[in-house]
Nanobody
Framework: QVQVVESGGGSVQAGGSLKLSCQVS????????IGWFRQAPGKEREGVAR????????YYADSVKGRFTISQDGARKTTSLQMNSLKLEDTAMYYC????????????????????WGQGIQVTVSS
């Protein structure tokens, strides 16, 4: 029922910026929270950032604080992740996911509470 689609990935030099976009088809009890996750080669998928339907519950992983910004448009049609000052270690497949309210309240941001996933989009940072 809920569909999630990411866009905006690509390759960038270290220190550069990229903006990822996530479109969610509809919002219900299973999609009141939108999160961004990433998975680097050989590593577990980890939470990056999340935002609640009201925009009040915003969270960033320590590794991206001060560099990444999550936001939504007024109609919640698009959830964006602005990534600045990118580092080599930011290289990963990035996933947008929708989940219930618990996705936006649990610590840490966990894949376990996400319900609907996008297909993933590659972000590659080079030196």
């Amino acid at each position: 029922q809920v569909q999630v689609v990411e866009s905006g990935g690509g390759s960038v030099q270290a220190g550069g910026s990229l903006k990822l976009s996530c479109q969610v088809s509809r919002y219900d009890l299973s999609s009141v929270c939108i999160g961004w996750f990433r998975q680097a080669p050989g590593k577990e998928r980890e939470g990056v950032a999340r935002i609640s339907s009201a925009g009040a519950l915003i969270y960033y992983a320590d590794s991206v604080k001060g560099r990444f910004t999550i936001s939504q448009d007024g109609a919640r049609k698009t959830t964006s992740l602005q990534m600045n000052s990118l580092k080599l270690e930011d290289t990963a497949m990035y996933y947008c996911a929708a989940g219930p309210a618990s996705l936006c309240t649990a610590t840490p941001l966990t894949t376990r509470l996400a319900r609907t996933w996008g297909q993933g989009i590659q972000v590659t940072v080079s030196s």
